[in-house]
């Protein structure tokens, strides 16, 4: 039996006078791949907000490998191991998809004024250092040819996996997917799966992903949990979450 | 006519010295500096009041003066002669501008982004309105007028200008070399991936707010500098020189037409806008009139942002490397 590397216990978000998020609790397997789904509006982008340090709760509790981090900094909840991608990607548009990798490693020598100025030798050797693994996770990714365009000039589907690539590139514990199969063409979206699942077996990176497309959920999950306005509707296997009755009504809107 | 260029090319280096900081504010993160002005009266009267006695202060207690650096230093043997007062100057006027937007900028750059530019407009003329009023400090519109030259021993007064020019190109020299090695590592990485999405950057586990405050205060330096320059220059300077037309606008057109972003964009911008604004003095009304005079350089502006949006470095870039291009052949040649 997995042990948990994320908990959620009766989270609540409110915006003004909507309650986006509301008394959901939920664990994540280390190790997992797990799938969250659920109608729009039932809350999945603002839990990953919440969970990410991007919102402030209203109340409730993240735990994180048996640590809090609800109401950490977006920054320090990075450090920690967890990283986001956005629904919408948002790549850094005049920068090249180089450089959006090369930004992400944290304590880079070179992020201090003074150590940018005077230990510039220092700092050369560490970002070949980045610049190797960045091309690596480009390697990984599929997206080894467009490294030195800006990143505007990318497609749809290759904007989703450079937010798959950025994740790659912190060295995460868990990574919080949103819609990433949104949009993207069957040979890109064959490469993303088949990125996800290496990360797991060969990074032990867990995963939370959000996606309405059932047959990728199907194919790519261990475990599903279902949303319906702002906390857990029910959740199991994949198959089994399919069938439930319950799932179909939300969906459609009862 | 040698001697109009020669004030000439030292007012594009002080105004180049604006732009670099603008630049870094703007060009590379993004931060909406509408009260440049506010650093550079701030850095020139700082300047100015650490080596001079203000005409009005007999009614004020010494201690406030306890700069009057000029004729302090200039009394002691030996280090007299090297004019110290002038680097303490500008390290005041340094030091006085980097509080005031650590002040601004911790307030401010948490909240949304256009808090910063109410809050940097309102310092502007706050400042301005200090100095137009506190007559015991600044002696009101008259303003500051016995600043001293830099160097008054060694070189004669006829070729102060000529000397002076050479000191703002070494100290703007210094200042672009570091603001060249900072936006070319890791930190400005940071800084244009705040200026191209500041949510992607958080996503990328940066501290979004140290590395913006840090950029808005090393601008703000970088202008205060500029104000301490632009004083020793004049060597008279009032509360005129600082409205939001002379002390901002104008920089902002510098940076727009050079090309915002780019590293040499602050000295292209000066030259041509500085170029057009004092070349254009010399027409003959209506052309040469203040009203008109503005309305080309925001001409130029709008000229610039509809067919060359990348501003006018690019260009001249293209140029250079087709110069370098047609002579490099002969250079290998020559020296084989
Ligand atoms: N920043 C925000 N401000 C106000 N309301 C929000 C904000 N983010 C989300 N909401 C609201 O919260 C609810 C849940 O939205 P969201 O989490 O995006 O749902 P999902 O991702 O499941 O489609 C929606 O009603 C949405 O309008
Ligand atoms: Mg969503």
Redesign the pocket.
């Known amino acids: 039996m997995a042990s948990a590397i994320l908990r959620v216990r009766g989270l609540v ?1 409110d ?2 006078g ?4 509301d008394n959901c609790s939920l664990n994540v397997d280390e190790g997992s791949i797990t799938g969250l789904i ?12 919440l969970v990410a340090g991007f ?1 402030k709760p209203t109340a409730g509790r993240v735990t994180f490998r048996d640590e809090r981090i609800d109401g950490l900094p977006s920054y320090l909840i990075f450090r920690k191991g967890i990283v986001r991608t956005f ?1 919408i990607p948002r790549e850094l548009k005049r920068m090249s998809v180089l450089e959006n990798l090369m930004l992400v490693p944290s304590d880079q020598i070179g992020e201090s004024m003074w150590r940018a100025v005077a230990a510039r030798w220092l700092v050369k050797r560490q970002e070949r250092a980045i610049e190797a693994q960045a091309r690596e996770v480009l390697e990984f990714t599929g997206l080894s040819e467009v490294a030195d365009l800006p990143a505007e000039g990318l497609s749809g589907g290759q904007k989703k996996l450079l937010e798959l690539a950025r994740t790659l590139m912190a060295k995460p514990r868990m990574v919080l997917l ?2 990433p199969g949104a949009g993207v063409n069957p040979t890109l979206l064959r490469r993303l799966v088949d990125g996800i699942r290496r990360a797991r077996e060969e990074l032990g990176i867990t995963f939370l992903i ?1 996606e309405h497309d059932m047959g990728l959920v199907m194919r790519l999950c261990d475990h599903v949990i279902v ?1 319906s306005e ?1 906390s857990v509707l029910t959740q199991g296997a994949p198959a089994a979450v399919q069938q439930d009755d319950r799932v179909v009504r939300a969906y459609l809107g009862d | 006519m040698l001697e109009f260029l020669t004030g000439f090319a030292i007012l594009v280096g002080v105004y180049s010295v604006f732009t670099l900081g603008l630049n870094v504010h703007w060009g590379y993160t993004g931060l909406f500096n509408i009260g440049v002005a506010g650093f550079f009266a701030l850095g020139a009267y700082t300047a100015s009041l650490l080596v001079i006695r203000p005409p009005q202060s007999d009614q004020v207690d010494d201690y406030l003066f306890a700069g009057d650096l000029a004729n302090r230093l200039d009394a002691l043997p030996v280090i007299g002669a090297l004019d110290l007062w002038f680097v303490v100057a500008l390290a005041g006027a340094a030091l006085v501008a980097a509080m005031v937007a650590l002040v601004i900028g911790t307030i401010t750059i948490r909240l949304r982004g256009d808090y910063l530019a109410i809050a940097t407009l309102g310092i502007a003329e706050s400042v301005r309105l200090v100095f137009l009023n506190e007559r015991w400090l600044s002696n009101g519109s008259k303003g500051l007028y016995t600043i001293p030259r830099v160097f008054d021993g060694i070189v004669s007064p006829q070729d102060y200008d000529r000397v002076y020019l050479v000191v703002v190109l070494v100290v703007f020299a210094l200042m672009f070399a570091v603001v060249r090695a900072l936006v070319h590592s890791p930190w400005g990485r940071v800084l244009r991936a705040i200026r191209e999405d500041e949510v992607t950057a958080e996503a990328s586990g940066k501290h979004v707010f140290r590395f913006k405050l840090q950029a808005f205060v090393l601008g703000a330096v970088i202008m205060g500098i500029g104000g301490a320059l632009y004083a020793f220059d004049l060597r008279a300077i009032s509360p005129s020189a600082f409205t939001p037309l002379l002390g901002t606008f104008i920089i902002w057109a510098m940076l727009v037409v050079g090309g915002s972003g780019r590293l040499y964009s602050p000295v292209v911008g000066a030259l041509i806008v500085w170029g057009i604004w004092s070349g254009s003095q010399f027409l003959p009304d209506p052309l040469g009139s203040p009203h008109v005079r503005y309305f080309s350089v925001g001409a130029l502006v709008v000229l610039v942002l509809m067919y060359a949006p990348d501003g006018i470095t690019p260009e001249v870039l293209r140029i250079r490397d087709r110069w370098l291009a047609r002579w490099r052949p002969r250079r290998v040649a020559a020296n084989e």
């Open positions: 978000m915006f003004g909507v309650r986006a998020v659920g109608p729009n509006g039932a809350g999945k982008t603002t839990l990953f907000n919102h629904q949103d819609e959000i949303m702002g």
